[in-house]
């Protein structure tokens, strides 16, 4: 399966996609700045800094060596990055971009929702606090 048919597999299904043992393997230089949260810590929301398009290498439930190229398309390059820092001990608040852009679920509601979830801004664009 190549990387390309596997990004259509995920976003077009509900099924679980294990990564075992991934590592990121390409970095674009281009950077985005994203809104994020995390499942560790559900009340807060803060800018992050990503890299627009990655390339992950991680096996398969068979054992098989797979990559897959991630960019914007339904944020799964910044996912991937979120999920993979956790396996490195780093959480989305130790990249935050400052930290003046975290902001309360309710406040993120209120006045940032329209550019997110993880809507995508350029890197030269960042909310006003
Ligand atoms: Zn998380």
Redesign the pocket.
Known sequence: MSARSQTRWWISGAEPWPFVNPEIIRRSEDKIIVWDA???FLSIFMQVERHREITVRYQNLNGDVVEVDAGEDRNLSELLQ??I??LEGI??IDRVTDVKTIVTREEFEKRYRDASPYAVVPVSNTVET
């Open positions: 995390c499942l560790s979120h999920e820092d956790h959480l989305a």
